[in-house]
T-cell receptor, first 116, second 113 residues
Framework: DTGVSQNPRHKITKRGQNVTFRCDPISEHNRLYWYRQTLGQGPEFLTYFQNEAQLEKSRLLSDRFSAERPKGSFSTLEIQRTEQGDSAMYLC??????????????FGPGTRLTVL | LAKTTQPISMDSYEGQEVNITCSHNNIATNDYITWYQQFPSQGPRFIIQGYKTKVTNEVASLFIPADRKSSTLSLPRVSLSDTAVYYCLVVFLGSSNTGKLIFGQGTTLQVKP
């Protein structure tokens, strides 16, 4: 088990472009979470999945944001028509609901997005 | 909606015990309290999780008073490598049993030699 992985690690894009990030959770984990973190702030919850079902979405997740987890394994987060305010670190985490509940989440290294 | 508050920064010296407190209002009886450590350019790393009273593991202790309006992370005998940002995370389980996850703004701990 290599932990949670995220790709790409860095993404630079121009305002108005679409971007997609990928997260591969720990293989036996059925919960997957997306967060956004800006400099000097704690992670802000965006959404989470239990298997392939998206159970919760933050109000931070505007219509330009969409997340999927089609087969209950990896997940993608897409941002359409990026804005400079979308520049942040996007973190993915996973957990095993049956073993540890919500609390013990294992985080990936994050994808740093810069919108020019 | 639960909200968490932590001190922005703390300084300590090697070998000392460090206590970081997180305040959380309106926490429900079924909320977990979890603490994470984060180094620059890395994702947060789990330290400890608790429900009430005291929890201890090999790296830290977590104290939660009876009113559950705060929690205190205790790091025994810190070293230079403990210099990092520490976050509390409250999990608010709503009536539908789905989760609302709220991180504190983080406490930057600087350990000096």
């Amino acid at each position: 088990d290599t932990g949670v992985s995220q790709n790409p690690r860095h993404k630079i894009t121009k305002r108005g472009q679409n971007v997609t990030f990928r997260c591969d959770p720990i293989s036996e984990h059925n919960r997957l979470y997306w967060y956004r973190q800006t400099l000097g702030q704690g992670p802000e919850f965006l959404t989470y999945f239990q298997n392939e079902a998206q159970l919760e979405k933050s109000r931070l997740l505007s219509d330009r944001f969409s997340a999927e987890r089609p087969k209950g394994s990896f997940s993608t987060l897409e941002i359409q028509r990026t804005e400079q305010g979308d520049s942040a670190m996007y973190l993915c985490a996973s957990s095993d609901e049956l073993a540890t509940g919500f609390g013990t989440q294992y985080f990936g290294p994050g994808t740093r997005l810069t919108v020019l | 909606l639960a909200k968490t508050t932590q001190p922005i920064s703390m300084d300590s010296y090697e070998g000392q015990e460090v206590n970081i407190t997180c305040s959380h209002n309106n926490i429900a009886t079924n909320d977990y309290i979890t603490w994470y450590q984060q180094f620059p350019s890395q994702g947060p790393r789990f330290i400890i999780q608790g429900y009430k009273t005291k929890v201890t593991n090999e790296v830290a202790s977590l104290f939660i008073p009876a009113d559950r309006k705060s929690s205190t992370l205790s790091l025994p005998r810190v070293s230079l490598s403990d210099t990092a940002v520490y976050y509390c995370l409250v999990v608010f389980l709503g009536s539908s049993n789905t989760g609302k996850l709220i991180f504190g703004q983080g406490t930057t701990l600087q350990v000096k030699p």
